[in-house]
């Protein structure tokens, strides 16, 4: 049986994701205690007609000592041969997750008369740190509409079979600030800038007119080549140590014309040596 374990803080989207899940017929539980998880696994397991893919969402609202047992219970489950787990953390910029409450006028699960919203949000983070050390994968939605959370979802961990490892390519700007996500962050700031083109100013790095201006710079494939000679090393021993997930940042200035370009040459040539290869440019949705 597979199992997905969410958590994250309050308004990064986890309602989002369990929702995604139960759209790809995956059973869901939302605000499971955790220490009720082992005992839900073997009920599960001993019934002959199982779903067969399990999805729980574990957030602040467990007691304290709950989440602080997380890690064991996890670890004692990863024995089991009839089961694989993944651990999905959600997250976003506290700002972010301020104007999301703001916006939909509800009260943070931890928030008291004697601490506000921003202290809430805070402290969960603290609370949570037993499952986001651990996780297999975490997504920054900041800058995510709900609709891309889906399809991440959908796409990264429901369609993931249990041999794959799961690349994605994201594109940025670090005027923007850097993802939360990413596992590996690449800046192409020193490559020529279509953005002091005029002609090409409103093109990004998907339209021919960048990939023709890019392409024409000796540099430009230079460092392709050796972004691309460093993961080709290096992931496979990523997935020998048992990663599921990996997000690659390729950053430049505003995330419109050089990263994009960059990621999806890189995604272009990893989708044709692996099943499980996606690009997402943060700064074109």
């Known amino acids: 049986m597979?199992?997905?374990?969410?958590?994250?803080?309050?308004?990064?989207?986890?309602?989002?994701?369990?929702?995604?899940?139960?759209d790809v017929d995956f059973y869901c539980i939302d605000n499971l205690p955790a220490r009720l998880l082992p005992d839900l696994i073997e009920q599960m397991l001993d019934d002959p007609e199982h779903p067969g893919r399990l999805a729980v969402s574990i957030d602040a609202r467990n007691l304290v000592s709950n989440?602080?047992?997380?890690?064991?219970?996890?670890a004692?489950?990863?024995?089991?041969?009839d089961l694989s787990c993944e651990i999905l953390y959600l997250d976003a910029a506290e700002p972010t997750l301020i104007k999301r409450y703001s916006a939909t006028r509800r009260k943070h699960p931890l928030s008291t008369s004697q601490s506000g919203l921003q202290e809430a949000i805070s402290y969960e983070r603290e609370l949570l740190e037993p499952i986001a050390s651990i996780a297999d994968i975490r997504i920054d939605t900041t800058r995510m509409t709900l609709y891309e959370l889906r399809d991440s979802?959908?796409?990264?961990?429901?369609?993931?079979?249990?041999q794959d490892l799961s690349i994605q390519f994201e594109s940025f700007g670090f005027k923007h600030g850097v993802p939360l996500d990413v596992d590996f962050t690449?800046?192409?700031?020193?490559?020529?800038?279509?953005?002091?083109?005029?002609?090409l100013r409103r093109f990004t790095?998907?339209?021919q007119a960048v990939i023709d201006f890019l392409e024409s710079a000796p540099?430009?494939?230079q460092l392709i080549g050796d972004i691309r000679d460093f993961l080709e090393r290096w992931i496979p021993l990523f997935k020998q140590n048992n990663r599921s997930y990996i997000t690659i940042g390729i950053g430049c200035t505003g995330g419109q014309h050089r990263s994009v370009y960059i990621a999806e040459h890189l995604a272009g040539h990893f989708g044709q040596l692996m099943d499980n290869v996606h690009v997402r440019h943060r700064e074109l949705t």
């Open 2 to 22: 597979k199992l997905v374990v969410i958590s994250g803080r309050s308004g990064s989207g986890k309602s989002t994701a369990l929702q995604a899940l139960e």
């Open 67 to 74: 989440l602080d047992a997380f890690p064991g219970i996890i």
């Open 76 to 81: 004692e489950l990863g024995k089991r041969e």
């Open 153 to 162: 979802i959908k796409l990264r961990i429901a369609q993931r079979s249990e």
């Open 186 to 199: 690449f800046d192409v700031r020193m490559l020529p800038n279509p953005y002091w083109i005029p002609d």
């Open 205 to 207: 790095g998907r339209d």
């Open 219 to 221: 540099e430009v494939p």
